[in-house]
């Protein structure tokens, strides 16, 4: 860099420095953060938007001291992060992606990351709850006539609907913020604002506000205003269940939310003075005494949270008309929850699409479906001909892993999230065992239920199920690493719920399942402590010949490789295996590890273990389908393109297995396209082309070739591990592994073109199409808006004789016909060639008869 350009940097960021007030010590800081990280890596975009990044990251790791209490410090500087993106011009979406990236080069703590996805989640979840919270609120208030009127006569103190609909969303946002599992999912914070919503709306009847309160609300009390009703018990009555009706949110969780944490809430509140009025019963909030300094005292409180923590000010929502208007259609500067994408895998099988709900009510219903089997608490009759012994080890098994899921979601609703998780193990558990016995009715179910992997991923499958259905910010991997079970066995379970769920579960919680699935067949099984490199260090790993259904049927392979939808049974096969032949044969430590190795010859031999056949076979077909996508984006759609793509794709993952090796299946996907370009010299295609079009699948990330594994981190010098970009990964690593196989393909060497052409999967044609219930509309039929031929009228012995020629003139004009007479009528000029097909229609043969019989007469 050189040195005016360098100067000017410096310039530009003590300017921005200076107008956000930033202390010297955070400003160094950054600062020196910045060149560091300048040094190692290419910044692309405006400096401003780094130097935003380098200033928020420097001011969350200061700490600044607080007054009053001795050595009490505040983690932070006290930098509003909503001024500093407005100084640095630069949006939420934008920030939080640079902010990612950031992390990496800057080699940041992990607590540091966790807050950026706690704070990419959280504008999207808030903007949806404010949408649903102007729909209630309009419902349950009318707008008061001070509303309408500016004048300087009237009072400041008293309620208007505009500032109490903005002292409840203030409030809703001081009590969110005082747990932080408040934040956990959507529901959750959705049942929060509906008690705020309860508490102001009780506060209102209380203070006799005729002109605020709407009457025809389901909620309103019949008798309220009359002489007959008994005003010193309106803190008891409750619109809880009626505001659950309105908005089909669920009415007991949402009376838990009330009785047990609400409660609490509001009472410590009233102690500390940021509420004030009676503390016994809860009246009074928006009294005339009281209604002023309620809102400063809860805005000074949410200001003084958002300052500490560095989060984006909620509040911003309040000050936009825009939102004011509940328009669920544009999120917060781009930045809203939205439906993912439906991946490639399994999507014949997706339930009809209908209408899409909004993300509040999605999670609500999904939850219903599952509070629906909440009944069950325990295995049904069939599950129980296991014997004693067998369901004691499951009982075992939920007790642990329920201790394991409280002590890491530390939250006080993680009892209920798991008793749900345990009713749907149970239900889910009856139907695969069921289906299981009706495809193989010999089968023994106590040996499967005996299969700890198989119990294990079933109950972290049911956990994830529920997470998503509240739309818990714990995302997936997240249930990976509380239950500490490896990506390559936990797909194994997916396909099985997904197939043997009935009805149960909808059509989003499905796709997020074969989402799941596909990052742990993309990348996550892949990384180096997955069990995965331990089988192929002892079997090669297999092409797609080796594990194509049809190719095993033809070798008359076993019947747990042919199966093509693999069940329970054949899945978890060979962990059956081994843990019976380890049970039944031996007794002593040594004799088992004995058995291992003798499993280990056999699996290495002839017969390949089951479970690794099926994960290279859904990988495979999960490769093809977004290697073909990706080729007819890039107009490579042509069969012989494809079969040598294919085999060089083949090549790299069968022969170059160690480039998959904490990397992702799209990075090896486009790198090998990128260099079959190269050898075969196609013209005007470059990696940006490839990364465009990458960019239009389903599960395409940004950090997928923005972070690629350059070099794996050394625990003995302690080095940490390097990313670079895709293009940096082809250069340096791909290139060197694959330009020798690669050039095969190229037309520059003769000799080696007989180089044999790998298989690829097919995709079976025959699913039937699925049509959506909603495909079928009803409307009114248009107008004809046909132009009609002119009116040209003539009375005998009255209209003047150019009428009549006028007449003739147009019967004889050469204008458009509906049948084409000119094949036989040429008398008023040429013959204009006709276009009848070569069968002669009806229509024309009865012409042609009724002219005979005129001619006839006429002779």
């Given at each position: 860099?050189?040195?005016?350009?360098?100067?000017?940097?410096?310039?530009?960021?003590?300017?921005?420095?200076?107008?956000?007030?930033?202390?010297?010590?955070?400003?160094?800081?950054?600062?020196?953060?910045?060149?560091?990280?300048?040094?190692?890596?290419?910044?692309?975009?405006?400096?401003?938007?780094?130097?935003?990044?380098?200033?928020?990251?420097?001011?969350?790791?200061?700490?600044?001291?607080?007054?009053?209490?001795?050595?009490?410090?505040?983690?932070?500087?006290?930098?509003?992060?909503?001024?500093?993106?407005?100084?640095?011009?630069?949006?939420?979406?934008?920030?939080?992606?640079?902010?990612?990236?950031?992390?990496?080069?800057?080699?940041?703590?992990?607590?540091?990351?966790?807050?950026?996805?706690?704070?990419?989640?959280?504008?999207?979840?808030?903007?949806?709850?404010?949408?649903?919270?102007?729909?209630?609120?309009?419902?349950?208030?009318?707008?008061?006539?001070?509303?309408?009127?500016?004048?300087k006569?009237r009072?400041?103190?008293?309620?208007?609907?505009?500032?109490?609909?903005?002292?409840?969303?203030?409030?809703?946002?001081?009590a969110?913020?005082?747990?932080?599992?408040?934040?956990?999912?959507?529901?959750?914070?959705?049942?929060?604002?509906?008690?705020?919503?309860?508490?102001?709306y009780?506060?209102?009847?209380?203070?006799?506000?005729?002109?605020?309160?709407?009457?025809?609300?389901?909620?309103?009390?019949?008798?309220?205003?009359?002489?007959?009703?008994?005003?010193?018990?309106?803190?008891?009555?409750?619109?809880?269940?009626?505001?659950?009706?309105?908005?089909?949110?669920?009415?007991n969780?949402?009376?838990?939310?009330?009785?047990?944490?609400?409660?609490?809430?509001?009472?410590?509140?009233?102690?500390?003075?940021?509420?004030?009025?009676?503390?016994?019963?809860?009246?009074?909030?928006?009294?005339?005494?009281?209604?002023?300094?309620?809102?400063?005292?809860?805005?000074?409180?949410?200001?003084?949270?958002?300052?500490?923590?560095?989060?984006f000010?909620?509040?911003?929502?309040?000050?936009?008309?825009?939102?004011?208007?509940?328009?669920?259609?544009?999120?917060?500067?781009?930045?809203?929850?939205?439906?993912?994408?439906?991946?490639?895998?399994?999507?014949?099988?997706?339930?009809?699409?209908?209408?899409?709900?909004?993300?509040?009510?999605?999670?609500?219903?999904?939850?219903?479906?599952?509070?629906?089997?909440?009944?069950?608490?325990?295995?049904?009759?069939?599950?129980?001909?296991?014997?004693?012994?067998?369901l004691?080890?499951?009982?075992?098994?939920?007790?642990?892993?329920?201790?394991?899921?409280?002590?890491?979601?530390?939250?006080?609703?993680?009892?209920?999230?798991?008793?749900?998780?345990?009713?749907?193990?149970?239900?889910?558990?009856?139907?695969?065992?069921?289906?299981?016995?009706?495809?193989?009715?010999?089968?023994?179910?106590k040996?499967?239920?005996?299969t700890?992997?198989?119990?294990t991923?079933?109950?972290?499958?049911?956990?994830?199920?529920?997470?998503?259905?509240?739309?818990?910010?714990?995302?997936?991997?997240?249930?990976?690493?509380?239950?500490?079970?490896?990506?390559?066995?936990?797909?194994?379970?997916?396909?099985?719920?997904?197939?043997?769920?009935?009805?149960?579960?909808?059509?989003?919680?499905?796709?997020?399942?074969?989402?799941?699935?596909?990052?742990?067949?993309?990348?996550?099984?892949?990384?180096?402590?997955?069990?995965l490199?331990?089988?192929i260090?002892?079997?090669?790993?297999?092409?797609?010949?080796?594990?194509?259904?049809?190719?095993?049927?033809?070798?008359?392979?076993?019947?747990?490789?042919?199966?093509?939808?693999?069940?329970?049974?054949?899945?978890?096969?060979?962990?059956?295996?081994?843990?019976?032949?380890?049970?039944?044969?031996?007794?002593?430590?040594?004799?088992?590890?004995?058995?291992?190795?003798?499993?280990?010859?056999?699996?290495?031999?002839?017969?390949?273990?089951?479970?690794?056949?099926?994960?290279?076979?859904?990988?495979?077909?999960?490769?093809?389908i977004r290697?073909?996508?990706?080729?007819?984006?890039?107009?490579?759609?042509?069969?012989?393109?494809?079969?040598?793509?294919?085999?060089?794709?083949?090549?790299?993952?069968?022969?170059?297995?160690?480039l998959?090796?904490?990397?992702?299946?799209?990075?090896?996907?486009?790198?090998?396209?990128?260099?079959?370009?190269?050898?075969?010299?196609?013209?005007f295609?470059?990696?940006?082309?490839?990364?465009?079009?990458?960019?239009?699948?389903?599960?395409?990330?940004?950090?997928?070739?923005?972070?690629?594994?350059?070099?794996?981190?050394?625990?003995?010098?302690?080095?940490?591990?390097?990313?670079?970009?895709?293009?940096?990964?082809?250069?340096?690593?791909?290139?060197?592994?694959?330009?020798?196989?690669?050039?095969?393909?190229?037309?520059?060497?003769?000799?080696?073109?007989?180089?044999?052409?790998?298989?690829?999967?097919t995709?079976?044609?025959?699913?039937?199409?699925?049509?959506?219930?909603?495909?079928?509309?009803?409307?009114?039929?248009?107008?004809?808006?046909?132009?009609?031929?002119?009116?040209?009228?003539?009375?005998?012995?009255?209209?003047?004789?150019?009428?009549?020629?006028?007449?003739?003139?147009?019967?004889?004009?050469?204008?458009?016909?509906?049948?084409?007479?000119?094949?036989?009528?040429?008398?008023?000029?040429?013959?204009?060639?006709?276009?009848?097909?070569?069968?002669?229609?009806?229509?024309?043969?009865?012409?042609?008869?009724?002219?005979?019989?005129?001619?006839?007469?006429?002779?």
């Open positions: 860099m050189s040195v005016n350009k360098a100067a000017n940097l410096r310039s530009q960021y003590e300017d921005l420095c200076r107008e956000l007030n930033m202390d010297r010590e955070t400003e160094d800081m950054s600062w020196k953060m910045f060149e560091e990280v300048l040094q190692r890596s290419t910044l692309e975009g405006e400096p401003l938007h780094w130097f935003c990044c380098a200033l928020y990251a420097a001011c969350r790791l200061s700490y600044t001291p607080t007054v009053g209490e001795s050595n009490a410090i505040v983690m932070g500087n006290c930098i509003s992060l909503n001024k500093m993106l407005r100084c640095c011009e630069i949006s939420i979406s934008d920030f939080i992606s640079k902010i990612k990236v950031w992390h990496e080069m800057a080699n940041l703590p992990c607590s540091f990351l966790r807050q950026i996805e706690r704070l990419e989640r959280t504008p999207g979840i808030t903007f949806h709850l404010y949408c649903r919270y102007n729909d209630i609120f309009e419902k349950l208030f009318i707008s008061s006539p001070n509303d309408k009127k500016n004048t006569y009072s400041v103190a008293r309620c208007s609907s505009t500032k109490l609909y903005d002292l409840c969303w203030c409030l809703y946002l001081c969110k913020n005082e747990e932080p599992s408040y934040n956990m999912d959507i529901v959750t914070s959705f049942h929060l604002l509906l008690c705020c919503i309860d508490l102001i009780i506060n209102v009847l209380g203070e006799n506000r005729i002109d605020l309160v709407n009457r025809n609300f389901v909620g309103f009390p019949e008798k309220w205003g009359t002489s007959s009703y008994d005003s010193k018990q309106l803190h008891n009555h409750c619109i809880i269940g009626a505001l659950c009706n309105l908005a089909g949110a669920l009415p969780d949402a009376k838990d939310m009330k009785e047990n944490h609400c409660k609490r809430i509001f009472t410590k509140f009233f102690k500390i003075k940021t509420i004030h009025g009676n503390e016994n019963t809860f009246l009074g909030i928006i009294s005339n005494e009281n209604f002023e300094r309620n809102v400063k005292s809860l805005n000074s409180a949410y200001e003084q949270y958002v300052l500490s923590v560095g989060e000010d909620e509040r911003i929502l309040l000050s936009n008309p825009n939102y004011r208007k509940g328009s669920s259609d544009a999120g917060v500067e781009g930045h809203s929850v939205t439906n993912p994408q439906t991946p490639y895998t399994r999507k014949h099988i997706l339930p009809n699409k209908e209408d899409v709900p909004e993300p509040v009510a999605s999670a609500t219903n999904n939850v219903k479906k599952l509070k629906d089997i909440a009944k069950i608490s325990g295995p049904s009759d069939f599950i129980r001909q296991a014997g004693v012994e067998t004691n080890k499951i009982y075992e098994k939920l007790t642990k892993m329920q201790n394991e899921f409280t002590s890491a979601l530390n939250n006080a609703d993680v009892g209920n999230r798991f008793k749900t998780a345990e009713s749907l193990f149970f239900y889910l558990l009856d139907k695969i065992l069921r289906v299981e016995t009706r495809t193989k009715p010999n089968i023994n179910i040996i499967l239920l005996g700890e992997t198989f119990i991923t079933l109950i972290v499958c049911c956990v994830e199920i529920v997470l998503d259905a509240y739309q818990s910010q714990k995302k997936f991997p997240w249930v990976l690493t509380c239950f500490n079970i490896s990506a390559y066995h936990f797909h194994k379970i997916i396909e099985i719920v997904v197939r043997s769920h009935d009805e149960l579960l909808s059509r989003p919680l499905i796709k997020h399942l074969n989402y799941i699935e596909e990052t742990c067949l993309e990348s996550l099984a892949w990384k180096s402590e997955s069990p490199w331990d089988i260090r002892t079997s090669a790993l297999p092409t797609w010949s080796d594990v194509d259904v049809d190719n095993l049927a033809k070798r008359n392979q076993s019947q747990i490789q042919q199966s093509p939808n693999c069940s329970a049974y054949e899945t978890f096969s060979s962990t059956i295996v081994n843990e019976s032949t380890r049970r039944d044969l031996f007794n002593s430590a040594r004799e088992s590890s004995n058995a291992n190795e003798t499993i280990v010859k056999k699996q290495d031999g002839s017969r390949r273990t089951a479970s690794l056949t099926i994960f290279c076979r859904k990988f495979y077909k999960l490769a093809w290697l073909k996508e990706l080729c007819r984006e890039l107009m490579l759609a042509e069969e012989p393109h494809l079969n040598k793509l294919w085999t060089l794709f083949e090549y790299s993952i069968t022969q170059r297995t160690e998959m090796q904490d990397r992702h299946l799209d990075q090896m996907i486009m790198c090998g396209i990128y260099l079959y370009i190269r050898v075969q010299d196609i013209k295609k470059s990696f940006t082309d490839i990364m465009k079009f990458y960019r239009k699948q389903p599960q395409a990330q940004s950090r997928t070739y923005r972070e690629v594994l350059i070099e794996a981190a050394e625990e003995e010098n302690g080095s940490h591990a390097e990313y670079r970009d895709i293009i940096y990964f082809y250069n340096n690593i791909f290139v060197k592994n694959l330009t020798p196989y690669a050039l095969n393909f190229s037309g520059r060497q003769q000799a080696q073109q007989n180089v044999p052409l790998s298989p690829h999967p995709e079976k044609q025959s699913y039937p199409r699925k049509l959506s219930n909603n495909l079928i509309t009803v409307s009114r039929m248009e107008k004809s808006e046909h132009s009609h031929s002119p009116v040209l009228t003539y009375e005998f012995s009255k209209s003047p004789g150019k009428n009549l020629e006028e007449l003739n003139s147009f019967i004889r004009s050469r204008g458009k016909r509906n049948l084409p007479f000119t094949e036989f009528d040429s008398s008023d000029g040429p013959i204009i060639e006709s276009k009848i097909p070569k069968k002669t229609p009806i229509y024309l043969e009865k012409c042609r008869g009724i002219l005979q019989d005129r001619q006839e007469d006429i002779k």
